[in-house]
């Protein structure tokens, strides 16, 4: 039995007015992506095929932050990181510091199949994306005109608290919504985890969240499960979160419900971590949890309907 | 009861002969090192600061894989990586693909102790540096005669083997030994770990491993253990080695020795990775375990007499 579930970020509701045209476009953009990873499966697709067919179907649509339509960092570019785990085998790719690599988490996987790194960063990971490839675009085409306008607010709203103090625009005010992941377990039994993100708007360029981070916002095994984290990156990286909740599986004998809903709404809130996550386990078993005000996500088992949710 | 290990890398034993006074110079390093975060365990400083005086003491040690003396990457430049934690507040910080940080694990500090982020990577690290006043170089200022030499007969092999075609170094039978690291219990039981590397000899620039990676180089948690390792990073990022000790003991009930033993004898071995690592908990247990010819390593408690180990 398959099952598959994605987000695409957690967060406040976005500044401008949510509209019910523009919610309408959020589920749609989700129950697309949710369908091209769903597709592979139906067809005896793998878990790792159809986390990546559905993250890079989210990094193509600019109303999230990953790929296209990612947020802009202080120094007014994109930055871009994803990571994608196989759980059968543990192999994994992590790239971080991409300003040229159209689909991120497809240079993850390039970084997976090749197997002679775990983690490339910055011009080392894109040169090595020209060896496999990949297609590199201007960082121009990541740039949306609303993460422009975001860009130039972030800024304004600097300048005026620091009288033009030049320091990273580093907004934690700002919702950190976008990023977006997926977790699937194929009819093999197979896992898989793909997360990808531009980050937080204003961050100083060269910050790396968790996404990118095996362990920390991507973690897959065949033996206890799959997760992909969104929110606080900061927060993640220093709990370890998505493999916190492999280990609660595979040491403390945990349910998938239970380990997720300690970590999120126990520990993480506890800490005052805002964020949440998708996981599956190696029995299909889907569970989803935010302490957030929103987390855009949907899911689908073999054999029963798809569900978009964002509250 | 103050506890401190450092590790001066696991791997095979050097390819260069392996002389009496060699390894005299080794030992002596490894003691001098030992003893500059002793001092400050002695009087009452933190763990926190010891494993920064510890490190900090091997990074400037050129016979050690990280700060001066770091392995060559395939494009001939020393590209470094660090990471420091703080096991009682989570806090941390991590820097990589560093090029001109005279000490590493002090950029890592700073990262800790501004806060706002935990993960730095590449000229934006560098560029936080600047402004956190610490001492840049001319990135020549870590390349000793010896890692030149190295990177020599590495690049002669590779083009014998491919006839001149341009890939990656990347000799994994290229002992990877030399990547530092330390881990503490101060005196109030407070935990801390840092690590700091060079990567592999040849490796592709931008080439990330579990060192400066959160959880799987590099954990501290007071209410478990402080942990750090060497050896192949790769496997060390699939398995986020360092948390998994500690979740080890957090939800498997497991002293330090069991885990350690089961995670570096049973399930490193397992899946053919090299290395080790060394680990306190919070009643100042230290355990060191590597499944490789030698570690360089040095310990000592409250009370007890420094060891210094290499087989």
Redesign the interface.
Known sequence: MYALAIHGGAGDLPREPFTTAREAAYRRGLAQALAAGQRLLEHDGCALDAVQAAVTALEDDPLFNAGRGAVLSADGTAELDAAI?DGTD???G?V??LRHIRNPVQLARAVLEDG??????????E??ARQAGLALVDNDYFITPDRRQQFEALKLRQTQANSGVST?L?SLDEPPLGTVGAVARDGAGRLAAATSTGGIAG???????DSP????GT?ADNHTCAVSTTGH??WF????QA??IS??L???G?SLANAVSEAIVQRLSG?GAAGGLIAVDRLGEIVTRHNTPIMFRASVREGEAAAVDIY
């Open positions: 785990m543990l192999r994994a992590a971080a510091q002679s790194q775990v983690f490339l960063v910055g011009d080392g990971a040169s090595f990273p580093l961050k100083r360029s060269g910050r790396v969240g981070v095996i362990g920390a973690y990156g900061e990286l220093r709990t370890v493999y916190d280990a609660r595979r040491y403390g945990y800490l």
